[in-house]
């Protein structure tokens, strides 16, 4: 059975605290959550189960979009039609990233920010994140393009981050020459 996740809105106090990094072992509490996370993202990707459930199409959430200021993340990567990647990371750092810079062409969304924000993001086109798996194993892992923003996206909300913080409000726009669109 399907159970919609009570994810906050942006004006949540919360959601702007720094995280606290995770104990080890993790509840048993925490790993449900986390698959019940992996599932809404999925399904918030395929167009049937996503209307199906009213869910808004969303490829990453950070515990703190839930109430938990916690640092865990989790990502659902679709890397074929409905063939999807998942990670799941606690603790989170970004070790190593590329001078190069992009952005999403049409801007970035959120699924606690339930309006439009018009702008650019700049973001590493690439990045090494280091963490742990839920298991307390050492994890690296190497991201680009639109894995590498949602990796930096996901990261940002556990330092209470929001993507529209990033917007330059007076650049808000960039051309293909000042940086890779994807």
């Known amino acids: 059975m399907f159970k919609k996740l009570n994810i906050l809105d942006e004006k949540e106090k919360s959601l702007r605290k720094v995280s606290v990094d995770v104990k080890f072992p993790i509840s048993k509490k925490y790993k449900d959550l986390v698959k019940q996370i992996i599932d809404e993202l999925t399904y918030s990707q395929i167009e049937e189960l996503a209307e199906k459930y009213n869910l ?9 979009q839930l109430g938990i200021n916690e640092r865990i993340i989790v990502i659902v990567h679709e890397i074929d039609e409905g063939k999807f ?11 190593s990233y590329s001078s190069e810079m992009i952005a999403a062409e049409a801007g970035e969304g959120c699924l606690s920010v339930n309006r439009e924000i018009e702008g650019h993001v700049k973001r590493y086109a690439r990045v090494r994140i280091e963490g742990y798996d839920l298991d307390g194993n050492k994890i690296v892992i190497r991201a680009r393009d639109e894995l590498s923003i949602a990796f930096q996206h996901e990261i940002d909300h556990l ?11 007076k650049h808000k726009f960039y051309s293909e020459i000042e940086l890779r669109l994807i």
């Open 85 to 95: 990647d998942n990670y799941v990371v606690v603790n989170p750092k970004i070790i």
């Open 56 to 64: 808004r199409p969303g490829m990453g959430l950070a515990f703190p």
């Open 159 to 169: 330092n209470g981050i929001l993507f529209y913080d990033r917007i330059d409000p």
